[in-house]
């Protein structure tokens, strides 16, 4: 278990696929579920720096997503459908009949996602560069869709890709941040540990989320019927997330705010940990 994070406690439940892993700390206050990205993040590499800043006020599950972190071994897909369930199922073994939801790009979408579905099971939510909000230029879309069925594009490559320290380094600094990073090299071998157990690829949720021709899970469409309060934060040097678009997004959830962060990235939670800590506690104490 981490040494830096007081009071960390970790948790599995079964489910038919395979095992969840849930950490958890904080012992009094609202509960509060944060859900990571896809690819060679997990619980702990996006939120090791949030957990403990809630865990002051609040009860934290950090929840790792099938075949991540340690959600192994997973049979099946995890799709966008069994990804929501997982959501559910995590409150569920927990007892908890409502949480604030903290969801980072693909945990994002899967915050917004539950907002929408399961609106009596979330009081607050905070998306961070939510994916399931965005599309792409025809002839782009259509590569990505053919990227994530080909073995060699979405495995192979990327292995190679990220073969070595410095290769995962670079990646890192030009791929998810926009500025400097306090404990880059911290994070880099955090990447480099979560990709030697088998992370790193493109998740079950990004490739089955692309369609032939169209987005398969465009969330767009029924933002406007959140009711929770919500939080939109977003990097404005995001080359994953265009920040254009969830401005956009922002502005068809009603009474949404958003927080428009200069020089950061995709990773803003892991690129600048004091800003955004304190926006996300700011906001779930109101």
């Not at 950090?62 to 559910?88: E, F, N, Y």
């Not at 907002?115 to 009596?120: K, L, N, S, V, Y």
């Not at 320290?165 to 404990?183: C, K, N």
């Amino acid at each position: 278990m981490p040494p830096d994070i007081p009071g960390l406690a970790s948790r599995y439940f079964e489910a038919p696929e395979g095992r969840l892993h849930v950490y958890h700390a904080g012992e009094t206050g609202s509960p509060v579920l944060l859900l990571s990205g896809a690819g060679a993040d997990s619980a702990l590499l996006s939120w090791r720096h949030l957990i403990p800043v809630l865990a002051e006020s609040h009860r934290v599950f950090a929840l790792d997503w099938p075949k991540q972190g340690r959600s192994r071994p997973w049979t099946g897909t995890a799709d966008h459908l069994r990804m929501l369930r997982c959501v559910i199922e995590t409150l569920d073994a927990f007892g908890l009949d409502r949480a604030h939801l903290v969801g980072l790009s693909q945990g994002g979408a899967l915050t917004l996602s539950t907002a929408i579905e399961h609106p009596d099971r979330v009081d607050r939510i905070v998306a961070l560069a939510p994916a399931g909000i965005i599309s792409f230029p025809p002839v782009v879309h259509q590569l990505l869709w053919l990227t994530a069925r080909s073995r060699l594009l979405n495995e192979t490559l990327p292995d190679a890709m990220f073969s070595s320290r410095e290769r995962v380094a670079s990646f890192l600094q030009t791929a998810l941040f926009a500025g400097p990073v306090a404990d880059f090299d911290d994070a880099v071998d955090e990447v480099m540990t979560e990709m030697a157990n088998g992370g790193g690829r493109a998740s079950d949720w990004q490739k089955a989320s692309i369609g032939p021709c169209r987005m398969n899970v465009d969330l767009r469409p029924r933002l406007p019927e959140i009711t929770a309060p919500t939080l939109f934060i977003q990097g404005d040097r995001d080359i994953g997330v265009n920040p254009k678009q969830t401005m956009a997004a922002a502005r068809l959830v009603p009474g949404a705010r958003l927080e428009l962060l200069s020089g950061h990235g995709h990773w803003s939670n892991r690129q600048s940990p004091e800003l955004v800590n304190g926006l996300i506690a700011d906001f779930l104490a109101e």
